[in-house]
T-cell receptor, first 113, second 116 residues
């Protein structure tokens, strides 16, 4: 089974802190994604990556950056966390050959106080 | 850009009943995929069913089936013989098939509650 692991289930940070959300997949997937999930808004794409060191902006990249130094790991970075970034963050991955099937992690619920 | 609309924020049915969740979408593309994902309280997103736009036959997976109306841009999910374990958030999603790696576009979700 494909496993997408997000390092934290719950995270509490202070306004202005630099925050790293980590995601690791174990199936050699080329594509990785970060989504943000808010009640009443569904999931929205923040960033994705189709290869090491490559990144593409999604629909809501403002206030976020990403890093992909290794194929299996995709990090979401909040340079200076703000209260409006309190949300659920979901990571996903997919194979280049079966790019339309995305596998999701269990999510990180981030609270910024 | 494509949009996905789920007009039912919440639905509740009795166990063993059949329930249909609605989804409409808007796109200028001709080739795409549509999905239904389930997110139970555990938060793990699970792919329920997938439909390729060029296939006229509706997809089915055990108790789950879709009614895909391409001209109407409608993609509803039918759950037969509903079970308590079907209680979850259900998201309809779209992806363009010509773009290679790309993110999914999701609807806002429908919270389905199966009552015992």
């Amino acid at each position: 089974d494909v496993k997408v692991t997000q390092s934290s289930r719950y995270l509490v940070k202070r306004t202005g802190e630099k925050v790293f959300l980590e995601c690791v997949q174990d199936m050699d997937h080329e594509n990785m994604f970060w989504y943000r999930q808010d009640p009443g808004l569904g999931l929205r794409l923040i960033y994705f990556s189709y290869d090491v060191k490559m990144k593409e902006k999604g629909d809501i990249p403002e206030g976020y950056s990403v890093s992909r130094e290794k194929k299996e790991r995709f990090s979401l970075i909040l340079e200076s966390a703000s209260t409006n970034q309190t949300s659920m963050y979901l990571c996903a991955s997919s194979l280049m050959d079966r790019w339309n099937i995305q596998y999701f992690g269990a999510g990180t619920r981030l609270s910024v106080l | 850009a494509q949009t996905v609309t789920q007009s039912q924020p919440e639905m509740s049915v009795q166990e063993a009943e059949t329930v249909t969740l609605s989804c409409t979408y808007d796109t200028s593309e001709n080739n795409y995929y549509l999905f239904w994902y389930k997110q139970p309280p555990s938060r793990q997103m699970i792919l329920v069913i997938r439909q390729e736009a060029y296939k006229q036959q509706n997809a089915t997976e055990n108790r789950f089936s879709v009614n895909f109306q391409k001209a109407a841009k409608s993609f509803s999910l039918k759950i037969s013989d509903s079970q308590l374990g079907d209680t979850a958030m259900y998201f309809c999603a779209f992806i363009y098939s010509g773009g290679g790696a790309d993110g999914l576009t999701f609807g806002k979700g429908t919270h389905l509650i199966i009552q015992p």
